[in-house]
């Protein structure tokens, strides 16, 4: 097999923010791995507040051969495939996923076989999926809300001291449920405790990552006297993390470039439930690619957040199918990607 990669620069439709934190695009990494004419597409997405960078993942990947491996012609291959390139270098964990992904989309296509089917996934199941409204001014916030058209759960990033008047903007456009994500941005437990209270009584689903992710006792606290679940995000990265997470939280928010990739999120999957977790599937801003790979995994998952092609301005990629808001799987090989001009 031999691996490919390039830089992209994936931009946004609209300028971004999060508690902390505001941008206009988005540095990827596109991966192909090829097989003998067939070829697998994958993809790093780093968002700037994380470790990684175009350049961090081009160093790693190009370090990476694939040469001596045959195609994959089960998970079981991939896994082994994986722990090589896990143990090349710590981190790196969206460079690794690009690799991971890609190697699911050819051994997919070489079987003729969904990816989905590869995890004997019900698509069925699907989860509704949510469209997500950075923080902003009340006059972007309603324009965002009409654009949700489609999604039946709203998503909105909370911490910046706006909090209500950015839930209130929304209710008086729609009535749609809302998960809220905090990215750690509320500081003190009694003031976080009491704003979901506030939250609980205007159809709010689950609040990801309240408190920084250093205060365990601080989250764990909230987790025991909060009306709604408390979900970690920044606080689980990858398997090694969902024991502990467990302690102080009612679920994990699995994300592909934050596991490198599907091989370990089927497994964080399986632990989570193991210990009674529930389960979110989120996104980066991604292209169709990395978001079709998160969604093979979605219909074992309580909850998804799988909007990243919605946001972006040049997706390489046609945007998934979306059904009253669940994103539709398709009996097709591998992802089941067409590129944007087909
Ligand atoms: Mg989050």
Redesign the pocket.
Known sequence: MRLRFAPFELQLRHRFGIAGHTRTSTPLVLTEIEYQGTIGNGEASMPPYLAENQETAQQFLSVIDLTPFDAPRNREDIERIMQYVDSVAPGNTAAKAAIDIALHDLLGKLSDKPCYELFGVNPALMPSSSFTIGIDTPEVIRKKVKEAEGFQVIKVKLGSGQDKEIIETIRAETSLPISV?A?QGWKHKEAALEMIHWLSERKVLFI??PMPKEDKEGNAWLTANSPLPIVA??ACQRLVDVESAAQAYDGI?IKLMKCTGLAEAAKMIVRARELNLKILI?CMTETSCAVMAAAALAPLCDWADLDGPWLVANNPWQLPLLEKGRIRLENRPGLGLRAAEE
């Open positions: 994500d990215n990801e990552q995000d920044e928010n989120g």
